[in-house]
């Protein structure tokens, strides 16, 4: 109960500048404090009337061990961010999910039906990234299949309506600290419109994790190599 209280009145002066419902966090290299950036001059104060020298060692102690559980609930964000983060993207760390991305720093949050987290273009919202996972018995994505298996039945059976053509552009297969990933990049093409696509696949944590990050086809040659990086960025963290 007294360390409760102790963690409880802790005041720390690091704040994210964006949380989610879930305690997620965007952050770019220079935004994520140290653990040096608690300040003592936001945490508990003991005045010498009302608490004794001895009792006001026990809970600074406590105070301590508070602020050290904290700093260890940080660490895993610290030892990702570490690696530096491309010019002109924010990081997106999702802990409690297991899985982070770059997305481009001018795009914003917001909500994508079905899916656990989504940043878009200020002005064009068909510019957009996503991630959803769902529940999986598997352990790594090549039990799903060979890469062209794979990506042929997602694009043509799943990512494409029935009135969509399809153009599968390109495969690709990376392996980072022991996870598989699948990354491809496809058109699908209607009557009205057109769009294109990468997609990143993978398996981690009992989940199916899928990103997908695209924009119209008609600005697709602009803007391909930029949402490459995220397409790329994609990691399963382990929860």
């Not at 022991?178 to 769009?195: D, H, R, V, W």
């Not at 981690?204 to 930029?226: D, F, H, I, P």
Request: proline letters at 5%; one cysteine or more; a neutral charge.
């Amino acid at each position: 109960m007294a360390v409760a209280m102790a963690m409880n009145s802790v005041s720390l002066n690091w704040v994210p500048p964006s949380f989610t419902k879930k305690a997620n966090y965007v952050t770019n290299s220079t935004e994520l404090a140290p653990p040096s950036a608690f300040s003592s001059q936001n945490s508990l104060t003991y005045t010498k009337e009302t608490i004794s020298n001895e009792e006001n060692n026990c809970k600074r102690r406590l105070l301590l061990l508070g602020v050290g559980a904290i700093t260890a609930n940080l660490l895993p964000a610290n030892s990702l961010l570490a690696e530096e983060i491309p010019q002109n993207y924010r990081a997106f760390v999702d802990i409690p999910d297991g899985y982070s991305y770059y997305y481009p720093s001018d795009w914003r949050e917001f909500d994508f039906r079905g899916h656990d987290s989504a940043f878009k273009d200020r002005f064009l919202q068909l510019q957009n990234v996503r991630v959803r996972f769902i529940p999986t018995d598997k352990q790594d994505i090549h039990e799903l299949g060979p890469i062209e298996e794979v990506v042929y039945n997602l694009v043509n059976h799943v990512y494409a309506a029935p009135n969509q053509m399809v153009n599968i552009l390109d495969m690709q297969e990376r392996t980072s600290d022991g996870k598989n990933y699948y990354t491809f990049e496809y058109e699908l093409t209607s009557p009205n419109y057109a769009s294109a696509s990468f997609a990143t696949i993978a398996i981690g944590n009992g989940r199916y994790y899928t990103l997908v990050v695209g924009a119209l086809e008609r600005r697709w040659r602009r803007l391909r190599n930029k949402l490459k990086v995220v397409a790329d960025s994609f990691k399963v963290l382990d929860i």
